[in-house]
Nanobody, 114 residues
Framework: QVQLVESGGGLVQPGGSLRLSCAAS????????MAWYRQDPGKERELVAR???????NYADSVKGRFTISRDYAKNTLYLQMNSLKPEDTAVYYC????????WGKGTLVTISS
């Protein structure tokens, strides 16, 4: 069972930035794909950004140009750099990884508010 631990959430004003981290219990290069999802209470979980083993990335239209997903092989960590944050980005953000099965972290709360 893969362990994923998110960190970096918090309260930020609109227009601010945050970087989320997801520490994995195995090398990030070994996963077929890794991703960040988010979920607002009362809404379905949605894909924010994904990166494949080969480094191909894709983003939700709502975050394109503002968010960047990346990996650090040495640290076994997935990142999500979030810039120009908006109140509608408020959600619990979850790390996801696929190896032989789907694995999820427990989430980190991001709140965008003035």
């Amino acid at each position: 069972q893969v362990q994923l631990v998110e960190s970096g959430g918090g309260l930020v004003q609109p227009g601010g930035s945050l970087r989320l981290s997801c520490a994995a219990s195995r090398g990030v290069f070994s996963f077929n794909s890794m991703a960040w999802y988010r979920q607002d209470p009362g809404k379905e979980r949605e894909l924010v950004a994904r990166i494949t083993r080969g480094g191909i990335t894709n983003y939700a239209d709502s975050v394109k140009g503002r968010f960047t997903i990346s990996r650090d092989y040495a640290k076994n960590t997935l990142y999500l750099q979030m810039n120009s944050l908006k109140p509608e980005d408020t959600a619990v953000y979850y790390c996801y990884a696929n190896y032989d099965m789907d694995s999820w972290g427990k989430g980190t709360l991001v709140t965008i508010s003035s």
